[in-house]
Each structure stands twice: as C-alpha cells, then as structure tokens.
C-alpha cells in the first residue's frame, strides 16, 4: 500500500508564495496534505547579531505570508515552530506522520551546516527530503564548479561561469490554491536552547519569551512579537512582507527610463524620502521579493530600451553580485566571514583585532583592545559621534532606519579601516549585521572585505573623504541636517566642518562644537548628547583626517607589500610579526605572538606581546610610521600584482565611483 503524502514545507529565507521552485516541488508531489512551517532557530535569536529593526521586518514578512496562505486556504497558515529545527523536526515527522520534508536551499555556512544534521534527521525517520535553488539567479554551488570549483572573487568570473550553469529560469507563478494542513498536535516535550551567548542581550530590555511554548502563548503557532523576544519597538520606516514587495517592484517598473537606465554610481547617497535607489535588498535577503522575479521584470525593460545601462553598473548588475557574494560564500564557508583560515582575504594587522577559537580556526565574536584610543574611535564610529557630520549622518540613519545607500556605506566602512581608523573590517562587519535590514553574510562580509581593500578590490590609495566626497552631492547639508539635528542651523559654509565656525555662530546656530560627544563610554554615547549652558554640542573631529589618512595609507602599503592572505601560515601560527617592524600600524610589535592578531590567550600561556595593548603605537604623526616598511621593499601603490592587478581591469568599468554590490 502506497504511503500517503503528508509534506512540510520549510520556509526560511523564502517568504513568498511567487516564483517559489521548492514550494512547487512541494506541490507537485501532490500532497494530501501540506504542513507550512517556520522553525524558530535560537542561533538567529541569540547568537546571530540582530536588531529590532530586522527582526521586525522578519515578523511583517511572516505575518504577511501567513495571510497570504490563509487566503488560498482558510484552514491554514505559516506555522511557526518554538524549537530548534535540529531537535524538533524528528519529533514532528513523527507526531505528524511526514513523508516528504521541502525547502529552498540555503548556501550560508551556518544553514549548511543545520540543513545536514536536518536532512540525517530525516533520512533517520524515512522521510524523503527535496530542496530547489531560488535564493539567487544560478545555483551557488553550481556556480563554483563552472568557476573552477573556486570562489567567485570578481563580477567577470560570475558572467563567464554563470552561463555555463544554464540560462536564468523564468520566475514560475505562486501558487492557486494549497492542501489543507494536517492535525497540528505537538503532543511531546519540548527542548528549550540555551540562551547563552546571547549576542543581541544589549537590545533586550526584558527576558526572551518565544519559547516560553512551543506553539506560541495562545497554543495557536503564533508569528512571535518584539515584545515577546525582550525588544524595543522598531524604529525603521521600512516595511516587510510579499504583498509589498511586489507593489514597491510594480511602482519601480512604471518608470521605465528609470529602470533601463539605471546606474548605481550615479545615484545619489544624500537622498532621503524618497532615497535614489529601490530599497528592495531587504526582500530580496527574506524572500519576500523573488530574485528571478525582479531580474526578469527588469530585463524584459532592458531589452527594449535603446539606451539601457549594463552590468555591472544596472539594476540587474547589482543581482550578479549578490551571487558573487553568495558563490565565494558557498566555496569558503564560514572563513567567508573572517581573515584568519580565509586564503582569499589580504592579511592586515588591524586594530582591534578578533579573538580567534583554535580549536575551530573561527573567531569568536569577541576582540583584542591593542590601542585604547582605537577603541574610542570605534565606539564614536558606532553611535555617530565622531565629529564629522557626514559620517555620523550616516551611522544615525543606520541605527534608526536599518539602511544606508550603497556610497554611505562606502563612505562608513572606508572610515573606519583604511580611510581613517585603521580597525579590523570586521569590527564594522558586526556592526552592520546588527543593524542592516537588508543583512546577509555574504554580501555584508564581501562588501567589508572590498571596502577595506582585502579582497575583492585593490585600490586602497582612493579614500571617501568626509569633507569633500558629500559636498559633491549635497551642498546644502540637508541630509546632515536631517540626521544630525544638532547642526541643522549651522551655515552650509560650516556643514561639513561645524567646529571652524566661529563660537558666537554656533550660539546663533543653537549648537557648540565641543568635547567628545561621551566618546569614552558607551553608556553616554548611546544617550543624548552632552549640553553647554543649555546648548546641545556636537563633538570636535575625532582625528585629523588627512594626517590619519596618510597613516592608513602607509600602513597598507607595508601590508601589501608582505603580501600574507589569511591562511598562509605565518598568519595561522602569529609568525607574521617578523615581517612588520614595531613601528607598522597596527598590533605589529614583537616577533612572535598567539594566532592571527591576537594579542593573547591566557589559558595557552599566551602573553600581550611585548606592551601591544599600552596605546603607544605612535601614529599620530605619519613621519613615525617611515620604517614601517623596512623589511620589505615597497611597491608603488599603482603596481600591483596577480588577482589585483586583475581586478584592477574590473574596476576599469566603473571608476567614476566606487561600487557596492547589492541592490540596496
């Protein structure tokens, strides 16, 4: 007797009902009935970065698809599951009789990693497990193999292999009707995850309660609420779902013009309500937006427009580098994410540098404090505090609204790395994942790493300055004005450089430009700004930023002149600092020290090498940096060799401006 079909559909980065491959697998096994389920993962609560913003653009997805689900069929739902998907699954396979279990594959190192315990699982059960790709234009992996079976490290890579994995499918339509769901008893106990390390406990202001009951409080497999994971409310305009997705793309597609020719370099970064690009990155990382279906839309346009951009600089370029992203990630897994173990990423002796697991070659989350004043840099960097409007402009729209145009985030990452603080890339890299409504590893880490000059993009001399680079787009400061209330008064002579206006204008202004804006201690960062006499002030500059841009400069010289990756082995063993003289950027002093760039590791008897973490690096004079380079001779920053040079030829395409790679 044959056995009946009883599926689940798993939903996870695929909120949609339109142009969905694995739920039309799914249906085409003909269900008798179909259990659509969102499994709530304690890795994505407590030890992925994610803030309210996001986490309330998952819930508006959620609760829209569950609409959407109950309009095709009264007696069903999305029905979200209070456990971890590796404990709960074997239990619902059982309690639910399940034959077939279908998702959508997921090539983010963690995913993988689950989707296998997940699919043992199943096989373990006797339940068929189906997956469809359709998170981005090709297959991942598929990709890879067209690659040479190595990750995609330039756009050209991906429009050479990209064809050899086949034409890009046309989006397939959502679904008329669904199955009825089945009986949805959980009778059986449920297992309760850890809540530490909780890396999000700084945005909780009350205790995690989503697990309180596996099927929600009402037993009705409620969407989860902000108040039930401990956060504030949400503060970013930004909205969630299918249903508005589709309308933002249909709006987007009614300006033609726009749409065939549009390049990204051109639009403009100081542009708010509305912003000059589509904002649709956020659907595209949930799902909520088909891929497929915004590049077809897009280039059904495209091919009847006389005058149409092209990739990489067009909307439907932006789409190939998300899937660089996606593909370097399916080759290198979770070293995508860091330097160290990562043979793809420059090695640069960074301040603040990751604490590093050697057991598992992975950082940890945490970091070393070499240069206290770094840290303060960092810390204002963050909060938008560092005393140039435009770079704090951008960190407030960040942490308010979840989103920044791509030259923002140029703009904030070259800052903070090699166009100013000289902090590990992936410093920002956590920041971002925090606060990004549109985050997604691979592009987040991908775009740092180009950002930062260690891979992907080789151009470390071209630096955003924070003066000028916004003038050219913004004359007037309104975007400041906006985001840095403070200085909303201040003449546009003064925008950019509030603290060269005489005092008895900042009076006038209602601003004084004065202190630290509570840069040494997080707890008056995250507050409102100091007062004088009544007065808000707003901070001086944190550094002088072309002396610190001379700096950077130098300090990558002597990293590019090394020449080390992140697997090579002095790097893995912290025999690296040979090849830097003491007085290099960076943790550099010593010949000898623990892996990567830490500092040290008590339990392996590891000591701070050699006074690293006393401050006294002396970079607040290029001139003390000379003899940074010594051991090595020194190339010309326009010479560079092997995959360098090669992208160089690349970035030939669009040098009027630097680039980011999603369609943010």
């Known amino acids: 007797m044959t056995k009946p079909t009883r599926v689940i559909y798993w939903f996870r980065t695929d909120l949609r009902l339109h142009d969905s491959p694995a739920l039309t697998a799914a249906l085409d096994l003909n269900p008798e009935v179909l259990y659509p389920i969102w499994t709530w993962d304690p890795h994505y609560v407590y ?61 983010d190192a963690y995913a993988k990693d689950r ?140 300006n033609k013009d726009y749409t065939a020719t549009f390049q990204k370099p051109m639009t403009a970064p100081t542009d708010f309500s509305p912003q000059s690009t589509t904002l649709l990155s956020p659907h595209l990382h949930f799902g909520s937006l088909s891929v497929r279906e915004f590049y077809w839309r897009v280039q059904d346009i495209v091919s009847k427009h006389k005058n149409a951009s092209q990739p990489p600089t067009s909307l439907t370029g932006q789409l190939f580098f998300r899937d660089m992203y996606f593909a370097a990630q399916a080759a290198l897994g979770y070293q995508m994410a860091q330097t160290y173990a990562n043979p793809q990423v420059r090695f640069v002796p960074w301040h603040l540098p990751s604490k590093i697991d050697t057991s598992n070659y992975l950082i940890t989350g945490s970091y070393d404090v070499d240069k206290p004043e770094a840290e303060v840099w960092f810390r204002r960097w963050k909060f938008g505090r560092t005393g140039f409007p435009w770079i704090d402009a951008l960190m407030r729209q960040l942490r308010q609204e979840g989103w920044i145009h791509h030259l923002g985030r140029h703009a904030v990452a070259c800052f903070l790395t090699r166009g100013g603080c000289y902090v590990d890339w992936e410093r920002g890299a956590e920041v971002f994942e925090e606060w990004l409504v549109d985050h997604e590893t691979a592009c987040n880490s991908g775009n740092w790493q180009w950002l930062s000059c260690t891979a992907f993009f080789a151009q470390f001399y071209r630096c955003y300055s924070p003066i000028s680079f916004p003038q050219k787009w913004d004359k007037n400061g309104d975007f400041v004005r906006h985001y840095v209330p403070e200085l909303a008064k201040f003449d546009k002579k003064y925008i950019y450089e509030p603290h060269k206006a005489p005092i008895a204008d900042q009076k006038k202004w209602g601003c004084v430009v004065k202190g630290d804006g509570g840069g040494g201690d997080e707890a008056n960062l995250d507050g409102e700004m100091p007062k004088e006499n009544g007065l808000p002030t707003y901070p001086k500059p944190m550094f002088d930023f072309n002396e610190r841009r001379r700096v ?9 002149a090394v020449g080390l990756r992140g697997a090579d082995k002095k790097v893995m063993d912290g025999s690296w600092r040979k090849e830097f003289d003491d007085a290099a950027e960076g943790p550099t002093e010593g010949k000898e020290g623990p ?44 010479t560079r060799r092997g995959s360098e040079s090669k992208q160089g030829k690349l970035d030939g395409h669009v040098r009027k401006s630097a680039r980011t790679k999603t369609s943010s």
């Open 47 to 107: 030890r992925a970065r994610v803030g309210p913003n996001r986490f309330q653009f998952l819930l508006d997805c959620q609760n829209d698809l569950s609409a959407s689900i109950t309009k095709l069929n009264k007696n069903s739902k999305l029905f979200v599951v209070r456990e971890a998907p590796t404990t709960v699954f074997a239990k619902l396979f059982k309690a639910w009789g399940i034959s077939h279990l279908v998702f959508e594959r997921d090539v």
């Open 115 to 254: 989707d296998g315990k997940v699919m043992q699982m199943a096989r373990e059960c006797g339940v068929e497990v189906v997956t469809r790709s359709g998170r981005t234009l090709w297959d991942a992996e598929e990709l890879v193999k067209k690659n040479g079976g190595k990750p995609t490290m330039s756009i050209s890579q991906v429009q050479n292999a990209g064809p050899k994995v086949g034409k890009i499918p046309r989006p397939v339509g959502a679904p008329k009707s669904l199955p009825d769901p089945g009986e949805v008893k959980v009778d059986f106990d449920q297992e309760k995850p850890s809540e530490k390390p909780d890396f999000n406990a700084n945005n909780r202001g009350e205790a995690n309660k989503t697990y309180d009951a596996i099927a929600g409080p009402k037993g009705d497999f409620a969407v989860p609420t902000l108040e039930e994971l401990g956060m504030p409310k949400a503060t970013t305009p930004i909205k969630g779902g299918e249903t508005r997705a589709l309308k933002a793309l249909e709006k987007i597609l009614q």
């Open 595 to 638: 892996p990567g760039a830490m500092l040290g590791e008590d339990d392996d008897g590891w000591s701070e090498v050699n006074g690293a973490a006393d401050g006294d690096q002396g970079e607040g004079n290029p001139e003390s940096v000379k003899g940074a380079g010594r051991k090595h001779k020194m190339q010309d920053s326009g």
């Open 552 to 560: 950077c400069i130098y300090g990558m010289k002597t990293a590019y």
